[in-house]
Structure formats: structure tokens, C-alpha cells
């Protein structure tokens, strides 16, 4: 199981990026979805997350800015980030709670980041 995520880039603040993470491989079902982030020098921080019943979560420091969906079926799940903020530079990361067969454990997967950078 990979996962491929996409859409990182620059912006200027108060602009707005979507990112994309695609699971490609054997997947037997998914459980959340989810969103980190990493800035130089701090700790990776949980961003939005998503669980399969499509219940969100989001950290203090971009609700009613950023958007997390999922689309199960696909194996997709992206971020929706507006209003964005130089404090929102980061390299951002894909998470999966899944399992790739019916017998096996659910297992956390990686997507290998994508950099956003706001600045002017």
C-alpha cells in the first residue's frame, strides 16, 4: 500500500490550497483519514482527521479555515485550506488507518509529504 499525496506548493497569505492523497495498492477497508503537518523545527501536529462514519476533527489552529473529506470508495481523502497564514508553512502528511486484507490488523500508513509554503 502506497499513498501519494498532492497539491502542496506556494501561496500568499490568505490564499487558499487543496491537497490530494490517493491509497493505491490492496486496501480491505480504511478507518481514519487523517492530516499532519511538520514545520522546521517543531513537532508533527495533527491537522484534521476523518473516520469512516465521516466524523471530523480538527486542531484549534485551523478550524473554520480547513476542510478535510474523504471518499472511501476511492481511497482518497483531501484538504481543503483557505485563509492560509504563514504559520501554516509546513510539510504536510497523508495518514491511513487500514488494513490491506480481511484477516489482517489495521496499520498505519504514510504518504510521503507534500511542502506548502505561505509567504509573501
Known amino acids: 500500500v502506497q499513498l501519494q499525496a498532492s497539491g502542496g506548493g506556494w501561496v500568499q497569505p490568505g490564499g487558499a490550497l487543496r491537497l490530494s492523497c490517493a491509497a493505491s495498492?490492496?486496501?480491505?477497508?480504511?478507518?481514519?483519514m487523517g492530516w499532519y503537518r511538520q514545520a522546521p523545527g517543531k513537532d508533527r501536529e495533527l491537522v484534521a482527521l476523518i473516520d469512516s462514519t465521516y466524523r471530523t476533527s480538527y486542531a484549534n489552529s485551523v478550524k473554520g479555515r480547513f476542510t478535510i473529506s474523504r471518499d472511501s470508495a476511492k481511497r482518497t481523502v483531501d484538504l481543503q485550506m483557505s485563509s492560509l497564514q504563514p504559520d501554516d508553512t509546513a510539510v504536510y502528511s497523508c495518514n491511513f488507518i487500514a488494513r490491506a486484507t480481511y484477516g489482517s490488523a489495521y496499520r498505519s500508513y504514510w504518504g510521503q509529504g507534500t511542502q506548502v509554503t505561505v509567504s509573501s
Open positions: 495498492g490492496g486496501i480491505f477497508a480504511v478507518g481514519n
